[in-house]
Structure formats: structure tokens, C-alpha cells
């Protein structure tokens, strides 16, 4: 609704996809680096053979999950040379500056994020929240910088502006991944616009005694948010 597309939600490769914009949950947070991979794989190589115009992939919002083993397993299975990962959601306050993922005026660590239950979040280091991986090139970078030619790039982002910025360095060989923000400047950097439109308005009841009745208000038929 918010960008004119319609949306679906799938549990698992079991299309036939039709909206424009299909997502494909893997459920795969709660499992075990390896488990997460192989689910990530089988989707992407699943998406991969149907040839759509661009993935993107979703990742929680501070990192919770095998992220790191998720993105390899899909950058190898959609064969893409780099993953573009910008985590932030600067509209609720979730920012990286520094190297650093912030939580309003608040380092991450030092917010109820560290204790959560089965992610407890002992860093702000974005780096060290990710952890190493010894087949996968990991940089960070600051808004403005050129992309690394390979592996996986943490781009650093506070402000809606910073998410356009790095949207707009995408290309056919780089797999974009992140936040809900992140996912809308890219579809923004690609012609897509949020609909302005205000709400319906609430239906007026007929006058007391009246033997007429209201026609509903006018409503926009929309397809489901993407």
C-alpha cells in the first residue's frame, strides 16, 4: 500500500509468486549458523532460478541471528561479488556512528538489548556484534565512501539520507541487505515513491429516525504494504 505494490508472504519455496514484491521467511534467527545457512541457501537458489529484477535481503534491525553465515550463504547461492548491509532504522533511533550501533542517545549494549534472552547484546562494535568469518572479506564503512570491491560492507548510517546515499551505489553485482529503512531507500533510488494520500474517512450514521442509509465513504482499493 505505502509504495503502489502489492506484497505477498511466503513460508518456504511454495510459490507460485505473483504480487510484486514476494518475501520468502526462512525463520532461520533461532537456528544454528549452519542451519541458517542451508535455509538461506535453499531460498535464494530458489528465487535465484525464478530470475527477478532485484533481492533484497532482510536482516533484524540489531543484528540478532547468524546475520554473517546468512549473508555468505546467500551471496554465494545469488552469486553477487558483495553485500551491501546497512542494518540502521534511523527513524526509530537505530544508528551506526563511529562503528558503533546507538539506540537513541544510547550505545546498544548498554540498553535492553543486552538482555535479551537468546541474542543478548554484549557490544556496540558492529564488527564484533557480527563476528569474523574466515571466507568473507568484512569492512565498514563511513557514508561517502566508495564500496570494497568484494565481500561483505557494513555501510554506517544515522540519518534517511545516509540510506539513500548507499542505495544509490547499488549495482546488478552487489546484494543489498539490512532494515525496513534501508529496504525503502532502495525501492525510493528506484522510482518507487510512498503514497501521500490521507486515510478514508471515518463512515457518517444515518440520521436518527431516518429511514435512508449512508453509502460507505469512499475508499483506495490498495494491494498489501510491501
Same mark, same amino acid.
Not at 537468546?118 to 547484546?121: I, L
Not at 554506517?156 to 540519518?159: H, K, Q
Given at each position: 500500500?505505502?509504495?503502489h505494490l502489492g506484497a505477498e508472504v511466503h513460508s518456504g519455496a511454495d510459490g507460485p509468486f505473483e504480487a510484486a514484491?514476494? &518475501?520468502?521467511? #526462512?525463520?532461520?534467527?533461532?537456528v544454528s549458523a549452519p542451519e541458517a545457512a542451508r535455509r538461506v541457501t535453499q531460498a535464494a537458489q530458489y528465487l535465484g532460478a525464478r530470475r527477478p529484477a532485484w533481492v533484497y535481503k532482510k536482516v533484524d534491525s540489531v543484528l540478532r541471528g547468524s546475520v554473517l553465515a546468512e549473508l555468505h550463504?546467500? %551471496?554465494?547461492?545469488?552469486? /553477487? %561479488?558483495?553485500v551491501l548491509l546497512v +542494518?540502521?532504522? +534511523?527513524s526509530l533511533g537505530r544508528v551506526i556512528k563511529r562503528g558503533c550501533y546507538y539506540v537513541g542517545r544510547h550505545l546498544l549494549h548498554k540498553t535492553s538489548f543486552r538482555h535479551d534472552p537468546?541474542? +543478548? /547484546?554484549l557490544s556496540s562494535r558492529v564488527l564484533a556484534i557480527l563476528g569474523t568469518g574466515r571466507s568473507e572479506i568484512l569492512s565498514l564503512c563511513r557514508p561517502g565512501q566508495s564500496l570494497p570491491e568484494r565481500g561483505i560492507i557494513i555501510g554506517?548510517? &544515522?540519518?534517511r539520507e545516509d540510506l539513500l546515499a548507499w542505495a544509490s551505489q547499488l549495482d546488478d553485482t552487489t546484494l543489498p541487505a539490512g532494515a525496513a529503512e534501508f529496504f525503502a531507500a532502495v525501492l525510493e533510488t528506484k522510482g518507487y515513491r510512498p503514497c501521500t494520500c490521507p486515510p478514508p474517512s471515518s463512515p457518517v450514521p444515518p440520521p436518527e429516525h431516518s429511514n435512508h442509509t449512508c453509502d460507505p465513504p469512499g475508499q483506495i482499493r &490498495? #494491494?498489501?504494504? /510491501?
Open positions: 500500500m505505502r509504495y514484491v514476494a &518475501s520468502l521467511d #526462512t525463520d532461520s534467527r533461532e550463504a546467500a %551471496r554465494l547461492a545469488l552469486r /553477487c %561479488r558483495r +542494518p540502521a532504522n +534511523p537468546k541474542h +543478548p /547484546c554506517a548510517a &544515522s540519518t &490498495s #494491494t498489501p504494504p /510491501c
